[in-house]
């Protein structure tokens, strides 16, 4: 008996189920890129603190695209100024001022908020919005936490040294320092809702309870504003932290 040959798959054959499969190949991994594409979307739809689109809440928790979102403040006054209505903190617009590297186009004047801690002594200065928003975010989530983790009460009023002078940084003549925009502001001690007086001149060194507060802060700052300088960085700021928020490129500068 004569064994039944086996049928020959015609090249022509083999060639459409290859080039059947080399289609289908692609569409398969855009489906299923486009399927986690969706719930990619969708996932950040529902946590926007990480959806670097979305825009920043002062008092959402803090998300992987909060950096991003903070530093983008620093160019965009009007976006800034939206970020603290959401937050319904009340600031006061002021007109443009200044002349040369002196010249402020970004001004207000935060209304105080002692429940934030955005009440500053002496009065309300004048800062540029991104210096403002910039606050009200450490203040939200790294220096009321570490107030009240550390020293048991929160801050009720930052004192400072100003946020304006027409002057170049230190030790320079062609340098302008932040403060010539009102980009900056120096905060020279804190002053807890039970009290306590907590000065960078009398509480930075050691290992209590003062001084781990400030450098916790300090360190927390470093994270939100494009400038941190503290006692550690000269003799020149051993009486106070300078907050800027310089545009950089790179992060920031933390000393």
């Not at 020959?8 to 569409?27: C, D, M, Q």
């Not at 400038?227 to 960085?233: A, E, G, K, W």
Request: hydrophobic share 35%; with cysteine.
């Amino acid at each position: 008996m004569a064994k039944p040959r086996k049928r020959k798959t015609s090249s022509r054959r083999r060639k459409r189920n290859g080039g059947i499969r080399r289609a289908i190949g692609p569409l398969l991994v855009l489906a299923v890129l486009a399927g986690g594409g969706l719930y990619g979307w969708r996932w950040l739809q529902d946590h926007p603190e990480h959806n670097p689109a979305a825009p920043l809440e002062i008092d959402a928790r803090e998300g992987w695209a909060t950096g991003t979102k903070l530093a983008a403040m620093r160019g965009n006054p009007v976006m800034c100024r939206d970020v603290l209505s959401r937050a319904d903190i009340g600031f006061t617009e002021l007109e443009t001022s200044g002349e040369g590297a002196c010249r402020r186009d970004d001004r207000l004047r935060l209304a105080t908020d002692a429940e934030r801690g955005l009440s500053l002594a002496p009065g309300q200065p004048e800062m540029s919005c991104a210096v403002a928003g910039a606050m009200a975010w450490w203040l939200k989530h790294r220096a009321q936490p570490a107030a009240e983790e550390i020293m048991g009460s929160r801050i009720a009023r930052m004192e400072h040294y100003g946020t304006y002078s027409c002057r170049p940084i230190r030790g320079s003549t062609t340098t302008w320092s932040e403060h010539s925009g009102a980009n900056a502001i120096d905060i020279a001690a804190f002053v807890l809702e039970d009290g306590t007086r907590i000065t960078l001149t009398g509480d930075w060194d050691g290992d209590a309870p003062k001084a781990r507060f400030l450098h916790q802060i300090r360190d927390g700052a470093c994270d939100v504003f494009g400038t941190v300088l503290s006692p550690d960085y000269n003799a020149l700021h051993e009486d106070h932290f300078h907050l800027d928020q310089a545009d950089r490129s790179f992060g920031s500068v933390c000393r």
